[in-house]
């Protein structure tokens, strides 16, 4: 895997409110009974050093919001990041560290891996997808919507450190027509001229097809992106002959590493995978803590 990302590409992280009110969320739900344990065992007066450890080769993500986490716990902790996200890293790499309390730095442990762990999955996974866009290609690599509720801002940001894009943030902000709307609207024509309608002149009209048929209909519409699901390799290939530039062309469904090459040779501008947040692995990520809390080496 390559060091990581072109540094001038790596994303923008999720402004701090939003963080915070995440963040905010998750430790009331760890910590709203206290944490009995550390305050039976830990002295208060004790200090300590955490460091957080790839234990596998991953694609650094979520620094900032562990950093978050530990100054929600304990305004006093001192957090340092030794890794940028967007960052490939091997095994065994210290990510970052926090000095400070080590009752505080216990407290907010599991909930800073947690956030941690998942981001960094995500964007290790998203990588991969990348990499696998054959050389030349203008491919896009997307994610969806299907994102755990609460958590789409960090999950989001963790596709675009990993280099892949975002598919459109929520449903007020694009028309996406989906085979339920098509139904419920009484077909592709009327579906698009309902949209047509309603939509803001910066909004442009997606629709999703199943079919030649669909697809045909789509066109005749003026859409401007075509998404094919489910499309079969043969298929996209016909569909992308007829679309001949048209529209922009969108596949989805059944989309595995394996297939993303032959995908956008077939002529996908845009390879939507919902996998990258719904189903990407958890990053192994570790945290170490030292105590007492080890002074810092003298500058030279």
């Not at 419920?184 to 097809?209: F, N, Y």
Request: net charge neutral; aromatic share 4%; hydrophobic share 45%.
């Amino acid at each position: 895997m390559p060091d990581s990302p072109s540094p001038r590409l790596r994303p923008t992280p999720p402004t701090p409110a939003v963080v915070h009110e995440i963040v905010y969320r998750a430790l009331i739900e760890d910590l709203a009974g206290g944490d009995l344990t550390t305050d039976a065992t830990v002295p208060a007066e004790l200090t300590g050093l955490g460091v957080a450890i790839s234990k596998s080769p991953l694609l650094a993500c979520g620094s900032t919001v562990a950093q978050a986490v530990f100054a929600a716990v304990d305004p006093k902790l001192e957090f340092e990041t030794l890794v940028p996200d967007g960052m490939w890293v091997p095994a065994d790499r210290a990510l970052w560290e926090v000095r400070g309390s080590a009752r505080s730095i216990l407290m907010a442990e599991r909930t800073a891996l947690n956030f941690v762990q998942h981001m960094s999955g995500i964007a290790t996974l998203a990588h991969r997808f990348m990499r696998e866009i054959p050389v030349g290609s203008s491919t896009r690599i997307a994610d969806t919507r299907k994102t755990a509720p609460g958590l789409r801002a960090l999950e989001r940001y963790a596709v675009r450190a990993g280099g892949a894009h975002n598919h459109r943030d929520d449903v007020g902000s694009a028309i996406l027509i989906k085979d339920n709307h098509i139904v419920a609207s009484g077909g592709v024509a009327a579906a698009v001229l309902r949209a047509r309608a309603r939509a803001p002149h910066t909004s442009k009209i997606e629709i999703e097809v199943a079919n030649l048929q669909q697809l045909e209909q789509a066109l005749a519409a003026k859409v401007d992106v075509v998404m094919l699901d489910n499309f079969e390799l043969e298929q996209i290939r016909k569909a992308v002959a007829l679309i001949a530039g048209r529209a922009l062309v969108e596949v989805s469904g059944n989309v595995t590493l394996e297939r993303v090459a032959e995908l956008a040779r077939a002529g996908a501008d845009v390879i939507s995978v919902g996998a990258l947040t719904h189903s990407a692995p958890a990053a192994d990520v570790s945290l170490g803590i030292r105590t007492p809390m080890p002074e810092r080496p003298m500058a030279a």
